[in-house]
């Protein structure tokens, strides 16, 4: 008698798991075609993106070893992504200064440190550039007043920018603020040692020369 009722309860069993199969299974085979569907995707795009990086790649470093490199990085551009083009523009902007064009290279560097989508430390550093590479005729004041947030500020470029405003100080014969910036810069304590050594002979030279 209890394998009649156990064969019962068997048939029940597989009665309920095909009705239900039949109200759901279409739900059930479509959500593992989306779970497949999405991890072929990923997978897919994962190469995708892998594959375009190392395009990118090529494309940045081809243009940079040609002769005319500006040439070179405008037309591999639409090969480029963010990362890359972004450092493309910025080995633009430094080829003009190598070609003796130093206004161009200024106004690509300023344009730089205008980008909003950029991050910070690289709107920085095309600030700074844009003072180092700007044209012999430029203003020294206004330099100076371009580089004093990035001299004012605790960053990885304060040093470099205190260094740049002592240069501008000296062109302009005023001693007594290089002097001053250059007890500042001595004072930093994270900056590189050679840039701590080398205010330091410059202090000494300036300030034997009062």
């Known amino acids: 008698m209890a394998d009649i009722f156990d064969e019962i ?12 199969w039949q109200r759901y299974g279409k739900y059930l085979i479509a959500v593992v075609v989306a779970i ?9 795009y994962s190469y995708y993106t892998t594959q375009r990086d190392a395009r990118a790649a090529d494309a940045f470093f081809q243009a940079i070893l040609a002769d005319d490199v500006t040439s070179s990085l405008e037309t591999a551009a639409p090969e480029l992504n963010e990362g890359y083009a972004l450092l493309a ?11 003796g064009k130093a206004a161009e290279a200024e106004q690509r560097y300023l344009a730089l440190a ?4 950029a991050e910070q430390i690289y709107r920085d550093l095309a600030l700074l550039l844009s003072v180092m590479h ?11 007043a371009r580089l004093e947030p990035l001299a004012s500020a605790s960053s990885s470029l304060q040093g470099l920018a205190l260094e740049q405003m002592v240069a501008l100080d ?11 910036k250059l007890n500042r810069l001595v004072a930093l304590t994270d900056i590189p040692t050679s840039l701590r050594q080398r205010a330091a002979q410059i202090l000494n030279v300036v300030s034997e020369g009062q």
């Open 9 to 20: 309860n068997e048939e029940l069993k597989q009665d309920r798991m095909a009705a239900l």
């Open 134 to 144: 700007a044209p012999q005729t430029a203003d020294a004041a206004d330099l100076q």
């Open 170 to 180: 000296l062109q302009r014969g005023d001693s007594a603020a290089a002097i001053e």
């Open 89 to 99: 523009e910025f080995r633009s902007a430094a080829a003009l200064a190598q070609d």
């Open 36 to 44: 497949v569907a999405g991890v072929s995707l990923s997978q897919g």
């Open 114 to 117: 205008e980008r909003t989508d």
